[in-house]
Nanobody
Framework: QVQPVESGGGLVQAGGSLRLSCVDSRSIFSISVMGWYRQVPGKQRELVANIHTDHSTTYADSVKGRFTISRDNAKNTVYLQMNYLKPEDTAIYYC????????????WGQGTQVTVSS
């Protein structure tokens, strides 16, 4: 495996919840900054949330209070719990694994579609 693998996307009604998972089986997982990004057609990919090696987190303002990122280093997995979903959360969600140092590795998953109906 050379890239993270996402799962858990799908179709949900507004106000509902989804949990995304991303597995990166490489040994570097525990020393990587793991993040979730999203992209809609015609727009730039944007950061949703990331979690550092010390489990500190960063969230986009648009998801604060609704989404929670977590990691399980024993399972090489990062999660994104998404609650109170809105139609504007509809996007392809990508998992990212990057080095903690500038210029280091930077890997992307292939993405998982999340669609929120109104």
């Amino acid at each position: 495996q050379v890239q993270p693998v996402e799962s858990g996307g799908g179709l949900v009604q507004a106000g509902g919840s989804l949990r995304l998972s991303c597995v990166d089986s490489r040994s570097i997982f525990s020393i990587s900054v793991m993040g979730w990004y999203r992209q809609v057609p015609g727009k730039q990919r944007e950061l949703v949330a990331n979690i550092h090696t010390d489990h500190s987190t960063t969230y986009a303002d648009s998801v604060k209070g609704r989404f929670t990122i977590s990691r399980d280093n024993a399972k090489n997995t990062v999660y994104l719990q998404m609650n109170y979903l809105k139609p504007e959360d509809t996007a392809i969600y990508y998992c990212n694994a990057r080095a903690t140092w500038s210029g280091g590795y930077d890997y992307w998953g292939q993405g998982t579609q999340v669609t929120v109906s109104s």
